[in-house]
Every structure is written in structure tokens, then in C-alpha cells.
């Protein structure tokens, strides 16, 4: 009967929080959309409405996840539910590979087929000849031989500066939440919060670097989303995955202070697991922007 009891369906109490959320990314990208297609100079409501969806989905994440942490400290939770929690962020892990997927799908089809094509390879149908004059096929700050005409010229970020230096940070990151995690199967309380802790200063190092590339490919390289595809794809790859490190690095701070509440236990500490194994995920993404976008 106890080991049938461990396999009962947990059924949550009705929650209003899903409501909630739906409310709020309405309101977000309501207000985005508006803000978006405001005539320039003009004021209007949409800028606000966006930041008043963006405190209202940050108000929403800490009610949903206080009463899932209070569910879970309640006992409420058994085998079926763990069971239930790691399939759930192994498929959420999928989706966002799949999502990186597509930006890097992007990258590769630019600079493998669509340069090359325009440069007159192939069949011939799209050819230098539907281009300016002096087209040449070349990918980065040379693309087309005429950025300076079609957005200004710009130069590209080489890898073995910051880039680098956010490699080994984020390489850094992924042994200090590796000794976390053993520390914490192990009992071991402060190597747990120092590990911890380390991970999610490495976290803010990262974005703190990652923004000072950013100043600088805009006030110096003239490199901006404006600046051809190539501009494009490296903001959209390279911004998407500074996101997801705010996001991480966030949630690492939060399993922080849970664990220096002693909510988790070396046999029980999924919650844990799940930040982990979403902040590993981040590193390998780095490792394939690094090589693809700075390095290659």
C-alpha cells in the first residue's frame, strides 16, 4: 500500500496564477507591438503598457513559483510528481534547442548557400548581375563589398578577446555548479552556498562583459542590427543567449537562497537539478556561438 501510495496522481489545488499569466504576456506584447509601430517622435501608451506586462509577469513568476516552492516544502509532492518535473524540463530543454536551432539554422543558410548564390554560383539564377556593381561574395565586414553604402561599415568582434574571456567564464561557471551539486549530494552545506554562489557571480561576469561588447560594437565597430545579416544574426544569436544567462543566472540566485533555507536534501533536490541542468545547456550554446559566430 506505501509503495502504491507513492504512485497516486497529485492533483494541485485550483490556481488563479495561470489566469495571471496569460493576462500579463497579453499585456506585454500589446504593449510591445504599440511601442513598436509608433510613429517616431509621437508618444503613446505602448512603451509603458510594456513595462507595466513586464512587472506584471515578474509578479506572476515569483507567486506561481512561491506556491509550487510551498506545495513541495508541504510534503505534497511524491515519486509520480519528480517523475513528472524531470520529463517536463527535459522537453522544455528540447524546445529551446530547437529554438537555437533555428537562429543557427539562419546563420548557416546565409553564409553557406545565400553568399555564394548571389556571388553567381550554382545554376546561375541569382547572380552578381541583379546586384549593385563591384558585388562581391564575402561574409562579415566585407560582405558585399558595400556595407559603407548600405548601412555604413562596420568591423567584426574578433574571438580571442572578451569572447574568449566569456568562454572560460561560462567553462568556469559549469565546474563551480558541478562541485555545487556534488557538495550538496554529499551534505556538505558550504561548499554547497560557496559553489553556488561562485556560479552565479560568474553569471553576472559574463552579462557584465557581454554588455561592454555590445557598447563597444556600437560605439566603435559601427556593428549593429542594421549592419547587413551578418549584423543581424549576430545580435539575434549572441542577444537570445545573453537572455537566457539573465534568466539562469536569476534562478541560480533563487536556488541559492532556497538552499540556504535548507530546502533541499541530498536525495531531494530536483529543483536544484533543474537550474543545473538548465545553466549546462547555456554553456554548450556558448561553445557552438563561440566557434560559429566569432571563431569560424
Known amino acids: ?92 530543454i528540447f524546445s529551446e534547442v530547437m529554438f537555437f536551432g533555428a537562429f543557427f539554422g539562419a546563420l548557416f543558410y546565409a553564409r553557406i548557400f545565400s553568399v555564394p548564390w548571389l556571388g553567381g554560383e550554382g545554376h546561375g539564377v541569382l547572380t552578381h548581375q541583379f546586384i549593385w556593381q563591384g558585388y562581391e561574395a564575402a561574409w562579415g565586414a566585407s560582405g558585399g563589398g558595400g556595407p559603407d553604402k548600405i548601412g555604413g561599415a562596420f568591423q567584426t568582434i574578433g574571438a580571442w578577446g572578451l569572447p574568449l574571456l566569456n568562454t572560460l567564464i561560462l567553462l568556469s561557471s559549469g565546474v563551480t555548479i558541478t562541485i555545487a551539486h556534488h557538495a550538496l549530494k554529499a551534505g556538505h552545506r558550504k561548499a554547497l552556498l560557496i559553489g553556488l554562489g561562485a556560479t552565479v557571480l560568474l553569471g553576472c561576469l559574463f552579462l557584465w562583459f557581454q554588455a561592454h561588447e555590445y557598447a563597444e560594437a556600437y560605439e566603435h565597430f559601427n556593428l549593429t542590427l542594421g549592419s547587413g545579416v551578418y549584423g543581424a544574426t549576430f545580435f539575434m544569436l549572441t542577444g537570445f543567449h545573453g537572455m537566457h544567462v539573465t534568466l539562469g543566472t536569476i534562478m541560480l540566485a533563487i536556488i541559492w537562497v532556497r538552499c540556504a533555507k535548507g530546502h533541499f536534501t541530498k536525495d531531494d533536490h530536483f529543483g536544484f537539478e533543474a537550474v543545473a541542468w538548465y545553466w549546462h545547456f547555456v554553456d554548450v550554446v556558448w561553445l557552438a556561438l563561440f566557434l560559429f559566430v566569432y571563431v569560424l
Open 1 to 92: 500500500m506505501g509503495h502504491q501510495q507513492q504512485d497516486v496522481y497529485f492533483v494541485p489545488s485550483k490556481s488563479y496564477w495561470p489566469i495571471v499569466a496569460a493576462v500579463s504576456m497579453f499585456v506585454t506584447v500589446f504593449g510591445a507591438a504599440h511601442w513598436l509601430n509608433a510613429q517616431p517622435g509621437q508618444g503613446g501608451f505602448g512603451k509603458p503598457l510594456f513595462w507595466v506586462g513586464i512587472a506584471m509577469i515578474l509578479g506572476m513568476f515569483f507567486g506561481w513559483f512561491r506556491s509550487v516552492i510551498n506545495e513541495s516544502m508541504a510534503g505534497n509532492y511524491n515519486g509520480q510528481v519528480d517523475r513528472s518535473f524531470r520529463m517536463g524540463m527535459m522537453w522544455f
